[in-house]
């Protein structure tokens, strides 16, 4: 299934994300420099819920500061098998957590594998938050900075059992499309 809307987390505000041509538009944000989260997040809801056939299926756009990114040379000609066994002996002793308690994704490019890993708390975590504010969590992605990655982050959902899809490309916030005119 492919999400036509994300719920971008940072630790600056969470922004509600629409796919459209070319990209993804902002349809409403909340800071989190606030003492009415609760209330200013039932405000985003209602007001994407009143504009919006659909908003509640989102893909959850995790903060980069929460993932690990690496480079790895030399083992682009291996197995998928053989390169994720490489990518759990590096990732051991780099996060503050055991490598069984991460999810990560990789892809190859330029002759090395790009990997992205976060803890399955912090998925947890994403997860419960939507949740407690009426989205439902399709999986969760990440934008990765230019050359940490090739095409979307894509870490499934918390249970592992998540119906996204991968995009081919990651999101790329673009200007909102102009309101129709009313005649």
Same mark, same amino acid.
């Given at each position: 299934?492919?999400?036509?809307?994300?719920?971008?987390?940072? %630790?600056?505000?969470?922004?509600?994300?629409?796919? &459209?041509?070319?990209?993804?538009?902002?349809?409403?944000?909340?800071?989190?420099?606030?003492?009415?989260?609760?209330?200013?997040?039932?405000?985003?809801?209602?007001?994407?819920?009143?504009?919006?056939?659909?908003?509640?299926?989102?893909?959850?756009?995790? @903060?980069?500061?929460?993932?690990?990114?690496? =480079?790895? +040379?030399?083992?682009?000609?291996?197995?998928?098998?053989?390169?994720? =066994?490489?990518?759990?002996?590096?990732?051991?002793?780099?996060?503050?957590?055991?490598? =069984?308690?991460?999810?990560?994704?990789?892809? &190859?490019?330029?002759?090395?594998? $790009? &990997?992205?890993?976060?803890?399955?708390?912090?998925?947890?975590?994403?997860?419960?938050? =939507?949740?407690? $504010?009426? %989205?439902?969590?399709?999986?969760?992605?990440?934008?990765? @900075?230019?050359?940490?990655?090739? *095409?979307?982050?894509?870490? *499934?959902?918390?249970?592992?059992?998540?119906?996204?899809?991968?995009?081919?490309?990651?999101?790329?916030?673009?200007?909102? +499309?102009?309101?129709?005119?009313?005649?």
């Amino acid at each position: 299934m492919k999400a036509n809307f994300a719920l971008s987390l940072s %630790f600056d505000c969470i922004t509600l994300l629409e796919r &459209v041509d070319g990209g993804w538009c902002e349809r409403g944000s909340v800071s989190l420099d606030t003492d009415q989260l609760e209330q200013d997040m039932a405000k985003l809801w209602e007001k994407s819920e009143r504009d919006i056939d659909d908003v509640s299926n989102v893909k959850i756009v995790l @903060p980069n500061e929460q993932i690990k990114y690496l =480079a790895l +040379p030399g083992v682009t000609d291996q197995s998928d098998d053989a390169i994720e =066994a490489f990518i759990r002996q590096e990732l051991e002793g780099t996060t503050p957590y055991p490598v =069984a308690d991460l999810r990560f994704d990789w892809c &190859v490019n330029n002759h090395k594998v $790009y &990997v992205a890993a976060v803890a399955l708390e912090t998925l947890e975590e994403a997860e419960s938050f =939507a949740i407690a $504010y009426r %989205f439902t969590p399709l999986g969760h992605v990440a934008i990765a @900075p230019d050359g940490a990655f090739d *095409g979307e982050v894509h870490f *499934g959902s918390f249970r592992g059992l998540s119906p996204l899809d991968r995009d081919d490309e990651q999101i790329i916030i673009v200007p909102a +499309p102009p309101e129709p005119v009313a005649e």
